[in-house]
T-cell receptor
Framework: NAGVTQTPKFQVLKTGQSMTLQCAQD?????MSWYRQDPGMGLRLIHY???????DQGEVPNGYNVSRSTTEDFPLRLLSAAPSQTSVYFC?????????????FGPGTRLTVL | GQQVMQIPQYQHVQEGEDFTTYCNSS?????IQWYKQRPGGHPVFLIQ?????EVKKQKRLTFQFGEAKKNSSLHITATQTTDVGTYFC???????????FGRGTSLIVHP
């Protein structure tokens, strides 16, 4: 199993550009989520999904869109990039059983917005 | 909403010294998880605690869950340079799928 994969690893954008961060998992996990990590701020939840066709907002959703058309894929779209969106983005997935809910994180995408 | 506070933010130790990080939740948790993130890496799951007063050990790491299920700690005995990284706690309530992460404690080990 590849686990959770993310592309690209690095990206530089200009203010106002749009892009999609890709995330895929091959573990048949129902739950997937996107976090951003900024120095001293820990991991902040952007959006999450509990299954194909179902998405919801997290703590910091503004400026980001998501969709979940398949169990495997959960792309994150930046509609009009802003310097405040410079961050490291992590995708994570897990099973939704209550008793065992370890999250598996992808390697991250390091995004700089100029 | 639920908040999970984690202290300290940074900790410098000499190799061989002990290290402890603490998490406190504003609400009672159903369980708490701990993750480690190496510099430049991604968070990796270490352990989950579920029961009140639970203590679990992984080699030199000891994890505790408070009796009231509102606080937790991670203690590392005799730190090594391989312990360098940021340690996060993440609390879950009820049947929620969504953990609330603490801001993490960055451990710096000086050889």
């Amino acid at each position: 199993n590849a686990g959770v994969t993310q592309t690209p690893k690095f990206q530089v954008l200009k203010t106002g550009q749009s892009m999609t961060l890709q995330c895929a998992q091959d573990m048949n996990h129902e739950y997937m989520s996107w976090y951003r990590q900024d120095p001293g701020m820990g991991l902040r939840l952007i959006h999450y999904s509990v299954g194909a066709g179902i998405t919801d907002q997290g703590e910091v959703p503004n400026g980001y869109n998501v969709s979940r058309s398949t169990t495997e894929d959960f792309p994150l779209r930046l509609l009009s990039a802003a310097p405040s969106q410079t961050s490291v983005y992590f995708c994570a997935s897990r099973l939704t059983g209550v008793t065992y809910n370890e999250q598996f994180f992808g390697p991250g995408t390091r995004l700089t917005v100029l | 909403g639920q908040q999970v506070m984690q202290i300290p933010q940074y900790q410098h130790v000499q190799e061989g010294e002990d290290f402890t990080t603490y998490c406190n939740s504003s609400t009672t948790l159903s369980n708490i998880q701990w993750y480690k993130q190496r510099p430049g890496g991604h968070p990796v799951f270490l352990i989950q605690l579920v029961k009140s007063g639970e203590v679990k050990k992984q080699k030199r790491l000891t994890f505790q869950f408070g009796e009231a299920k509102k606080n937790s700690s991670l203690h590392i005995t005799a730190t090594q340079t391989t312990d360098v990284g940021t340690y996060f706690c993440a609390g879950l309530t009820g049947g929620s799928y969504i953990p609330t992460f603490g801001r993490g404690t960055s451990l710096i080990v000086h050889p």
